[in-house]
């Protein structure tokens, strides 16, 4: 019995999301689509694969087992197509990279001018996505390269169907007032002494929220956040302004013009791993690894 690809890869979404609302509506299209080719994929494997619980799912034995083996089978496919593309010497195409704002500025910029000097048959297409966004869109082939990244207080959980490799870690970083700091200029800063001040975090990046408010538990205190934002032009304008104090990662200041002062934190490691992910299988893809190239050296440290 020969299994369709494109039925194992939505049982494969379904063991990711865990609904078929959330399946259908991470792969376009209906539920009611999603179903029927769920249906027909059971009838193919001729066995049960889902159990109706509710109004969720339970994916039997059967389909766990169908989902590992299929996490193997794509990645064969990934590696058959890049081994195909490696028989020509030329590198070539179309590559869609997928990145987080402040990794745009500082490493798909000079990455994608780079790949556009050395291969001129190469063309790189940039979209802004957060990094959940960026994983999903790998594994359903919505982008082949993205820019991820994770905090060392919240790792993400690994994904079978994703490969990544680290480009650098950085620090965490407090945002400080320009004439308000009670560390010495340059000396770390503990987030004791930062307790009474008022916090700005961010809108939307749940992460960076929850690393900050962990960060500040573990130093014996519950941040006051008076102003939330999503734009960080913004919230170093509220700090510079006085309003308040921050935790940002030191990449993200340095496109920016301000005056504030950036205290490495004392007593505690915060950090964030900005790492270029593809999909399991795609790494030898001539094109892939152009851009993963590119990427690499845009993230080196400058040569003293």
């Known amino acids: 019995m020969v299994y369709e690809v494109r039925r194992l890869r939505l049982l494969r979404e379904l063991a990711s999301h865990g609904t078929i609302a959330a399946t259908a509506e991470a792969c376009s299209l209906t539920p009611s689509a999603v179903s029927q080719q769920l249906s027909l994929l059971e009838r193919e494997v001729g066995t049960a694969l889902l159990v109706r619980e509710g ?23 990934e590696r058959a197509r890049a081994d ?26 000079p990455a994608i001018a780079a790949c556009r000097a050395a291969h001129p048959d190469l063309r790189v297409l ?14 359903q082939h919505a982008c082949d390269v993205a820019l991820v990244y994770e905090y060392n207080l919240l790792p993400r959980l690994p ?28 000396a770390p800063l503990a987030l004791a002494d930062l307790r009474e001040k008022p916090w700005i975090a961010p809108h939307s990046d749940n992460a960076l929220r929850t ?37 940002i990662p030191r990449l993200v200041a340095g496109p920016l013009s301000t005056d504030v002062r950036l205290c490495e934190v004392a007593g505690l490691r915060l950090t964030r791993t900005i790492s270029v992910a593809v999909r399991a299988g795609a790494a030898r893809d001539p094109a892939i690894a152009a851009v993963t190239a590119a990427l690499t050296d ?6 003293p």
Not at 98 to 106: D, I, K, L, Q, R
Not at 126 to 139: A, K, Q, T, Y
Not at 298 to 303: D, G, R
């Open 84 to 109: 195909v593309s490696a028989l020509t010497s030329t590198v070539r195409g179309t590559v869609r990279l997928s990145s987080f704002p402040s990794a745009a500025v500082a490493l798909a910029a």
């Open 126 to 139: 940039l979209d802004e996505r957060e990094p959940e966004e960026s994983v999903r869109g790998l594994r």
């Open 298 to 303: 845009a993230a080196a440290p400058p040569a």
């Open 55 to 77: 109004r969720g799912v339970i994916l039997t034995e059967a389909a766990r087992v169908l989902v590992a083996s299929t996490e193997r089978v794509l990645a064969e496919l």
């Open 211 to 247: 690393v900050l408010e962990r960060a500040c538990q573990q130093a014996g205190f519950e941040p006051r956040l008076d102003y939330t934002s999503d734009d960080y032009t913004v919230i170093l304008s509220l700090v510079e302004a006085g309003l308040g104090v921050s935790l």
């Open 159 to 186: 994904d079978d169907g994703v490969r990544l490799r680290t480009l650098l870690r950085e620090p965490l970083v407090t945002a400080l007032p320009p004439d308000e700091s009670p560390a010495p200029e340059g």
